[in-house]
């Protein structure tokens, strides 16, 4: 499969890393598509932990080229930073180009995040505090500053002062902070971050294209998820950029017939971070037991994510809104001690059964879900490698999922480690 995009189908969290540092061992070159440093990958290798937040997954192996796509926003100082862990763990960085058309983040991103969540009080969404949102609103409004303009200090100094002429008295005047120093900002980033990100700037979307032209395997790699879009998700808790799959169309600069398999990459159970709508979450003590088996911390923020029952009426409308061609499954063996295990096939809203997604906000609030039960394996799935070694319960499990989705599950997850994971149905 030549180019191949892996969407997260719920609220992220899905253990996207692991799939895609699976798939990675295949591809030439892995492109991030979308996003920022709110996106956290792990990866388990051989014993040895990778803590992965703009550099693509990719980068583990020597064969991959890793691409940094248009559509992300880079806080360059977070992405050396990162840079220099995998250097020190022994990882080559030096084969990451990063484009020049992605939009930068600067402190005072950063800052406006903070404060308007702080203004939003108890409506606030629960952001990641890392400047996303208003570095994508700029980018938006025209006034955000490129990778690309790194290179051209002249021209990032007259940006910046233009931009800075109308963040420093909002911050000062509405939000009481100190403004920022155009020097001082200007100086970090041109003298600091400029000459260590130059060699890897580049014109992604001509190499990406020589790459697809030669028959090389290429992966796009989304951060957050389908529920998390900013278009599909449940807006305004959401992420400001596009996770699904056409994202990647988007944010690395193909176009969509290029793209043969989408995979989407589901938790066997569900868990969110942040605010926001989740009709099948638990605040029980299987809610508890799934943040504690599943470690449902934020990789970055540490922060206890809300977790549930896997919800098959968000995961249809993934599979219509991404094209999914098929599923990987996470996770699975987190489920190990639950007997009996529930999954959400609809919704009652206002007295009415519903399969499909509401398409009104407020109708996802009322949303009251309708469960199915099935039996529980009881049994230690972290040491199964072969489909055939499944306990009949938790095979039955993944054939429900595959009957509600539509689409087959090829690949399931059964504990963090880069070999734990089986081959369920054969990619379509
Ligand atoms: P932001 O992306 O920091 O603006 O946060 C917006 C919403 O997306 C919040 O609910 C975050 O918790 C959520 N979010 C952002 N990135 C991730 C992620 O990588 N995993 C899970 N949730 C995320």
């Not at 990719?58 to 559509?71: A, D």
């Not at 990406?208 to 290429?218: F, I, K, R, T, W």
């Not at 040491?383 to 989705?405: H, M, N, T, W």
Request: charged share 25%; proline share 6%; glycine share 10%.
């Amino acid at each position: 499969m030549p180019a191949t995009v892996v969407v997260g189908t719920q609220w992220g969290d899905e253990g996207k890393g692991k799939f895609t540092d699976l798939l990675a061992r295949d591809m030439d070159v892995v492109v991030r598509y979308q996003g920022g440093h709110n996106a956290g990958h792990t990866l388990v290798v051989e014993g040895q932990t990778f803590k992965l937040q703009l550099v693509p997954s990719g980068v583990l192996y020597s064969h991959v080229t890793p691409m940094i796509g248009n559509g992300v926003v880079i806080d360059p100082r977070v992405l050396i930073e990162e840079m220099d862990r995998l250097t020190e763990a022994g990882v080559d960085c030096g084969r990451l180009k990063i484009s020049g058309n992605a939009h930068l983040i600067f402190p005072y991103h950063q800052t406006l995040d903070v404060v308007a969540e702080r203004h939003l009080g108890r409506n606030k969404l629960g952001t990641t505090k890392r400047g996303i949102g208003p570095a994508y609103a700029d980018k938006a409004a025209r006034v955000g500053l490129r990778v690309q303009d790194l290179l051209d200090p002249k021209i990032f100094r007259e940006k910046l002062g233009v931009v800075l002429h109308e963040k420093n008295p909002l911050l000062a005047k509405v939000y009481n902070r100190l403004p920022f120093d155009l020097d001082t900002v200007a100086d970090e980033y041109l003298e600091e971050c400029g000459p260590r990100l130059a060699p890897h700037i580049a014109d992604t979307v001509g190499l990406l294209h020589d790459s697809l032209e030669a028959g090389q395997n290429v992966l796009f790699e989304g951060a957050q998820a389908m529920f998390l879009d900013l278009d599909h998700g449940t807006y305004p808790f959401v992420t400001s950029s596009n996770p699904v799959a056409g994202g990647a169309c988007v944010g690395a600069g193909i176009g969509p017939r290029h793209i043969d398999r989408v995979i989407g990459v589901t938790k066997a159970y569900i868990s969110r971070v942040g605010s926001g709508p989740f009709p099948s979450e638990l605040t029980d003590e299987i809610g508890d037991h799934l943040v504690d088996v599943g470690r449902e911390y934020g990789t970055n923020t540490k922060r206890r994510r809300r977790c549930g029952w896997l919800d098959t009426v968000m995961l249809r409308q993934a599979v219509r809104v991404n094209s999914l061609s098929d599923l990987a499954i996470t996770k699975l063996d987190v489920l190990d001690a639950l007997d009996p295990i529930r999954v959400c096939v609809a919704y009652e809203v206002d007295g009415e059964r519903r399969t499909s997604m509401p398409y009104h906000q407020s109708e996802i609030h009322r949303a009251v879900p309708i469960y199915e039960e099935l039996p529980g394996w009881r049994t230690d799935l972290s040491k199964v490698g072969d489909r055939s070694e499944l306990p009949q319960a938790a095979e039955d499990y993944l054939c429900f999922i595959e009957e509600q989705a539509g689409v087959p599950a090829t690949l399931v997850g059964v504990g963090p480690g880069r070999d734990q994971f089986i081959t369920f149905s054969p990619v379509p």
